[in-house]
T-cell receptor
């Protein structure tokens, strides 16, 4: 149980274009989803937290207009990197949490984004 | 703000041996959760073990166990009978609540574990 998927697993795009990454909880309803960014050989940095049906809460320093997050249903959240630049190249990971009693985040496999 | 410190950037262990990964944290909260996550080369984050601070008993999951010292704010991970598949980055994480009431995980910088055959 507690499987989270991400799509695509890797994407290459041209500078200036937008890229959408999907995060799905496959076998549970995710009331809260999280988006992280991980640089090579570094730890995970929380970008934003989203609750189903409400606006995402962004961490300090994360541009909300650049990283659009939508949590339209209890099983799907999307991250759109708008007007991507080479410095946005990174590994993006989502996680989901459903059952509050468990208090555990389950992670997706990540998406590697390369902006040329 | 809560911080998590993993003082060992890299560790190595012989197959079938035991290794302990260190983690300390700083908090003023009395009730919280601590986690160890494993990130193998595939980069999929996998939950290894979790500990609730109000429980004095150390959590155990098969070959993985923790030594939770609440007063010392220490949360080390012991891996017994190490296997080649245990080779990965291990992240210690502390669950906290933001000012807005939503939760977040604060991660340490990670420890890279190598298992030698």
């Amino acid at each position: 149980g507690a499987v989270v998927s991400q799509h695509p697993s890797r994407v290459i795009c041209k500078s200036g274009t937008s890229v959408k990454i999907e995060c799905r909880s496959l076998d549970f309803q995710a009331t809260t989803m999280f988006w992280y960014r991980q640089f090579p050989k570094k730890s995970l940095m929380l970008m934003a937290t989203s609750n189903e049906g409400s606006k995402a809460t962004y961490e300090q320093g994360v541009e909300k207009d650049k990283f659009l997050i939508n949590h339209a249903s209890l099983t799907l959240s999307t991250l759109t990197v708008t007007s991507a630049h080479p410095e946005d190249s990174s590994f993006y990971i989502c996680s989901a949490m459903g059952d509050r009693k468990v208090e555990t985040q389950y992670f997706g496999p990540g998406t590697r984004l390369l902006v040329l | 703000a809560q911080t998590v410190t993993q003082s060992q950037p890299e560790m190595s262990v012989q197959e079938a041996e035991t290794v302990t990964l260190s983690c300390t944290y700083d908090t003023s909260e009395s009730d919280y959760y601590l986690f160890w996550y494993k990130q193998p080369p595939s980069r999929q984050m996998i939950l290894v073990i979790r500990q609730e601070a109000y429980k004095q008993q150390n959590a155990t999951e098969n070959r993985f166990s923790v030594n939770f010292q609440k007063a010392a704010k220490s949360f080390s991970l012991k891996i017994s009978d190490s296997q080649l598949g245990d080779a990965a980055m291990y992240f210690c994480a502390y669950r906290t609540l933001t000012q807005g009431g939503s939760e977040k995980l604060v991660f340490g910088k990670g420890t890279k574990l190598t298992v030698n055959p």
